[in-house]
């Protein structure tokens, strides 16, 4: 049904039907076709606007580019073969084909199939044949091969006594010595399911907990130890764990076995739930800060990515955060290698290149300005610095905060606003950005206070290492001309008291505002960082990932007053 779309899009890739046996088994539905159809009708991997004109969840889930993040950050050689099990509908093929020499990809139905060819219309090097990888023959083996949400299905789709062990056997056959498998799956005692989330694969809620005696689908996943055993019985000598959040479908984050979450500001990790709220009893993210200090986040994660390998050099990156909500030119990819470096990459190298090499600007004009910055080197495109194991400035005022040592704390914000104050020169009151975009309808030049030349608006204490009584910063990402220093300030108090509300209780922001004589400009600032939000972000990918946010302390409420009723 698709032969007019594909004779006029004409696309390069191998379309490879000798396995497949006319049967598509698994499918969202007919919206596979609306999503074909927006496929077709714009550039690969453009879709922001297409699925804003058709938001549903299987449009957003399979559409949306921070699908990508589960792996656009992973170490694949130049010039290396892969193997990609269940593409599904293309969401992660465009940027294999972009980062590998040649792609195979295989997915049961045609109709998702279909969908991956017409995405990656432009890629030579890429083959998709359509069939079950049980039946499929192949003629040559792989450097890698990637396994994201098929391994729980093959309860269904491998017809053996051990379904599970099994497949992972024969996909290993399929390596090339100290070749690695990539597994993305859930964590059946994922914390959002014992904060009451539906199953993702049954809909049934606790369904993984009651080791899915609830429903009689042959699907099942595994916790952390379970997954790792069987994947060592299936012949892997060796594993390297990940755990992207808020899971492997939408990561926005990738922690590691080696780089694990330090405290419960997860860098503004956004939950979602499908298809609804309805059975959550809890709040998750208020949980994570127990989790986290307890030592148990690797049992709780709401998801795996697991590499798998006869060979030993596993885990070469540790940590990767995405900015997905930017506009495309602003994207940023940071990672933590395992040999000790930070690197800052665009998600996109062709017009992401400019914003990288503004930042390496700024960091240079701060260090002429006096200010300490750690160490950073522009190379190949990329950001370079040393990962540092110092205190971070944002911790040093935690701690202070926990201790209700006040004194410490404004002593410790004094310290940062002296900091912004001597970042750059002062200007004339009457060049105030607030005045030359009309942001308030008097010109009051006193109210303010000093005006920077250059404002470096990422001082913020989460950007900032804490050593020998001196603040050394790093992260400086975005600058605003004729900027208030107050208004800078202003921006890490915000950052502050939304990441740790409890800091509230300890002093509350009031007092604050009232100790750095905010309170008569804070409406204004209000007003200007909407418009650096809206200088950065993409209003359109925020506004699509809020439909599905799942912090929602009411509707936890109202489901335990059913229980209880």
């Not at 040559?140 to 006594?161: A, H, N, P």
Request: aromatic fraction near 12%; glycine fraction near 4%.
């Amino acid at each position: 049904m698709y032969q007019d779309i594909i004779h006029t899009l004409n696309p390069k890739p191998k379309f490879n039907t000798t396995f497949y046996k006319d049967a598509d088994l698994y499918s969202d539905g007919d919206v596979e076709d609306t999503i074909i159809k927006i496929i077709a009708e714009n550039e690969p991997d453009q879709y922001t606007d297409a699925i804003q004109n058709h938001m549903s969840w299987p449009v957003y889930y399979h559409l949306t580019h921070i699908r990508k993040n589960i792996l656009n950050w992973y170490p694949f050689q130049k010039e290396s073969s892969v193997l990609e099990i269940g593409c599904g509908l293309g969401a992660i093929t465009n940027m294999l084909c972009e980062q590998c020499g040649d792609v195979t990809a295989v997915e049961l139905s045609k109709r998702r199939a279909t969908a991956t060819l017409l995405r990656c219309r432009e890629k030579e090097n890429l083959e998709i044949i359509v069939g079950n990888l049980n039946d499929i023959k192949f003629d040559k083996k792989f450097d890698y091969i990637t396994l994201i949400g098929v391994l729980e299905y093959q309860g269904t789709f491998t017809d053996t006594d051990h379904p599970y062990l099994d497949f992972l056997m024969e996909i290993k056959k399929l390596l090339k010595p100290n070749g690695k498998l990539l597994i993305g799956i859930e964590n059946k005692y994922g914390l959002k399911y014992w904060c009451g989330a539906r199953e993702d694969h049954t809909g049934i809620p606790f369904d993984g907990m009651n080791q899915y005696t609830l429903t009689d689908r042959q699907v099942r996943t595994f916790s952390r130890r379970e997954l790792e055993d069987l994947i060592k019985e299936s012949g892997f000598d060796n594993t390297f764990f990940y755990y992207p959040m808020p899971d492997y479908k939408l990561p926005s984050i990738v922690y590691s076995q080696k780089r694990l979450p330090r405290n419960e500001n997860m860098l503004n990790v956004q939950l979602y739930y499908i298809p609804d709220k309805t059975t959550l009893i809890a709040n998750e993210m208020a949980i994570y800060k127990d989790v986290i200090e307890n030592g148990v986040f690797e049992f709780f994660a709401n998801s795996f990515l697991v590499e798998c390998s006869d060979d030993t050099d596993l885990g070469n990156i540790i940590f990767s955060c995405h900015n997905s909500s930017r506009k495309e030119k602003y994207r940023v990819t940071t990672v933590f290698t395992s040999d000790g470096f930070v690197e800052k990459r665009p998600m996109n190298e062709e017009i992401g290149a400019a914003h990288i090499e503004q930042i390496k600007k700024n960091h240079n004009a701060m260090e002429r300005a006096g200010k300490k910055l750690v160490s950073m080197e522009l190379e190949d495109g990329k950001l370079i610095s040393p990962y540092m194991e110092e205190e971070l400035l944002e911790d040093k005022v935690l701690k202070a905060f926990a201790r209700k040592n006040k004194f410490e704390v404004y002593r410790l914000l004094d310290k940062v606003y002296q900091e912004i104050y001597t970042s750059s020169s002062h200007i004339s009151p009457e060049e105030n950005i607030l005045f030359s975009l009309s942001m308030v309808e008097k010109k009051d030049m006193d109210k303010y206070g000093p005006i920077l030349q250059v404002g470096y608006l990422d001082m913020i204490l989460r950007n900032g290492f804490y050593i020998d009584g001196e603040i050394q910063w790093f992260d400086q990402e975005w600058v605003l001309e004729a900027v208030p220093v107050n208004y800078i300030l202003f921006r890490a108090l915000v950052e502050l008291y939304i990441s740790f509300p409890w800091v509230d209780t300890v002093i509350p922001l009031g007092e604050v505002v009232m100790k750095f004589n905010l309170y008569p400009v804070w409406e204004d600032y209000k007003k200007l960082q909407m418009v650096v939000l809206d200088m950065a972000s993409d209003g359109k990918v925020i506004e699509q990932s809020q439909v599905y946010n799942g912090t929602d302390r009411n509707a936890c409420v109202a489901n335990i007053q059913k229980l209880i009723s």
